[in-house]
């Protein structure tokens, strides 16, 4: 029996059934390649899910987190703030242009921020409602369901869900939902179900992740904050999986030129320790009381080490610039596979954070998850992980480290294709 084996069925007696995960146990990994219990060698186009955009164990990341570990390791900065947590603040704060004065809180998951964003904007606007977006994923707690436009896994069995939360569409031009169309929906919302003048926030995932890498026209993002603008609304940005250098940009809404109220962060912050943070305008992010925002664990040191260390890299080694390289090598062979195969229905992304979309006889009304599934299985066999996302569970995305060597991310490419077509062929011969 294999050590994977085993430790898998050790899995199944002592781990809760709910949280799902790959039968791959890592014994350790270097930048875009990990190495099970068994020895066996994989090219890893996940990066954890955009967590390490910097690659696994980054010497330079991993050295700040052992200088800062010899040092200590937990205060809790309500007790004993440090210097390293205050500047990363001051860091992030010119990095997200919001075009006015900006505060920064930090914390330790995505959804943490998240909720942490929608505190402050009701804080701010003294209103309960927010509306998110249909495809939308905004995390796994109570409100983070709440917010997330995807009923499975997320939400179901998991009610009643906080209230005062609406889902108007999101726009996607490979299924026929226009901007306009989308806006209408959100005029609808706006008409008959909550008044603007008691909506605090729109959140909003500039790049949709779960949802399937769906991109937010410019217009739809504009439209929204004049929206905003007129009645008062916070505009959030949700940049967790989008953010850090991902899409080609350090924000993927900078793509659009539209500047939010709040941002959110988190993933690629810290290569691989948990931290997040909330960004935003002063005045907002000044709103709450003192003490009603904040969190044991949230800005620890040794996260807030790597977190500098990130943004080092992420500068010195012009990552952004890095994104549209391997964002372009990826969509070069996707689009080429998809002349061959009209199963990839759509090939999409900004910078290095890419999906392709599966439908049967090239129809997109006719999700294939069948096939994704297989696609993933075969390329993991083969030595690639990859990973798959969408509401009709049928794209698959890659999120490869935007440190990857040029070598391995043509042999993750090559497997890739090989991966697709071996798919196509067995589901064709059934």
């Known amino acids: 029996m294999s050590h994977n084996t085993a430790i898998e069925a050790r899995r199944r007696s002592a781990v809760s059934r709910g949280v799902a995960g790959k039968s791959i146990y890592v014994d350790h990994a270097k930048n875009a390649e990990l190495w099970d219990v068994d020895g066996t060698r994989f090219i890893d186009f996940t990066a954890g899910i955009a967590v390490t955009n910097t690659g696994h ?37 010119d990095i997200v242009d919001t075009g006015a ?56 069995s998991f009610g009643p869900l906080p209230g005062d939360i609406y889902h108007a569409p999101f726009p996607n031009e490979y299924l026929g ?31 949709q992740g779960e949802g399937g890498f769906v991109i937010a026209p ?27 250098a991902r899409t080609g940009r350090m924000l993927s809404g900078e793509h659009s030129g539209v500047k939010p109220d709040l941002v959110t962060l988190a ?5 691989g320790l948990p931290i997040s943070a909330v960004v935003g305008r002063a005045e907002l992010v000044d709103a709450p009381h003192a003490g009603g925002l904040g969190g044991t664990y949230a800005g620890n040191p040794l996260a807030v080490a790597a977190a500098h260390a990130v943004l080092d890299v992420l500068k010195e080694d012009d990552l952004c610039a890095r994104a549209d390289v391997i964002g372009t090598r990826l969509k070069e062979a996707l689009i080429k596979m998809a002349g061959d195969h009209r199963e990839i229905g759509d090939v999409r992304g900004l910078g290095a954070m890419v999906a392709f979309e599966l ?6 009304s ?25 509401t009709r569970y049928n794209v698959v995305r890659l999120l490869p480290a935007l440190t990857i060597e040029d070598g391995t991310l043509d042999e993750g490419i090559s497997i890739m294709c090989a991966s697709i077509t071996a798919a196509l062929d067995a589901h064709k011969s059934e």
């Open 57 to 93: 164990c980054h010497p330079k990341v991993m050295a700040a987190v052992a200088k800062q570990a010899a040092l200590f390791t937990h205060t809790c900065f309500h007790v004993g703030p440090s210097e390293g947590y205050v500047q990363l603040c001051e860091r992030l704060n």
């Open 359 to 364: 439908v049967k006889d090239g129809d997109p």
């Open 218 to 244: 410019p217009a739809f993002l504009k439209a929204l904050r004049a929206i905003a603008d007129k009645h008062g609304i916070v505009l959030i940005m949700d940049e967790v999986q989008g953010g850090m």
């Open 267 to 271: 993933k690629g912050l810290g290569g």
């Open 101 to 156: 004065p900006n505060k920064s809180l930090c914390l330790t998951t995505g959804v943490e921020a998240v909720e942490n964003a929608i505190k402050i904007a009701r804080s701010a606007t003294g209103r309960p409602g927010v509306i998110a977006f249909g495809g939308a994923f905004h995390g796994r707690t109570a409100l983070g369901m709440a917010l997330t436009g995807k009923a499975k896994p997320y939400k179901t």
């Open 366 to 390: 006719r999700a294939a998850p069948e096939l994704c599934n297989a696609i993933v299985a075969e390329a993991q066999k083969r030595g690639l992980i990859l990973l798959s996302c969408g």
């Open 177 to 207: 939902i226009s901007v306009d169309e989308a806006l209408r929906g959100l005029d609808l919302i706006l008409t008959s179900d909550i008044a603007p003048d008691d909506v605090a926030a729109f959140i909003v995932e500039p790049v």
